[in-house]
């Protein structure tokens, strides 16, 4: 067993995460898009916890993860945006739209 003396600082193990009202710059189009996926994945899964496991399951991420997608803090990127995209027809568009390559209507 190992013995601390009295005083001694131990470095805490684990994610250092900022304290509350850290300030964070962000451009514009990463708030845009992070809420933009966040609309769609509540227009398509709604908000439910039960929507939360659906992604889980669709991509493989954490609980934790896709609750930050949910209230738009983060957005998903690579590989976790393609598997939102193969699963939610709303997740697609939306990102077609943010690349300005809107699908043409049939029947045009």
Known sequence: MMRIKMGTVVPKMGTVVPKMGTVVHLDAQQTDYRRAIAMALHEELGS??????????????????VKYWFVGERGPS????????????????????????HAEEEGG
Do not use: P
């Not at 439910?48 to 993860?65: C, D, F, L, P, V």
């Open 48 to 65: 439910t916890h039960r929507a939360i496991k659906s992604a889980m399951r669709w991509t493989g991420a954490s609980e934790r993860t």
């Open 78 to 101: 690579g590989d976790h945006l393609i598997a939102l995209a193969r699963n939610s027809d709303v997740v697609l568009y939306v990102f077609l739209a943010l690349a300005d390559r």
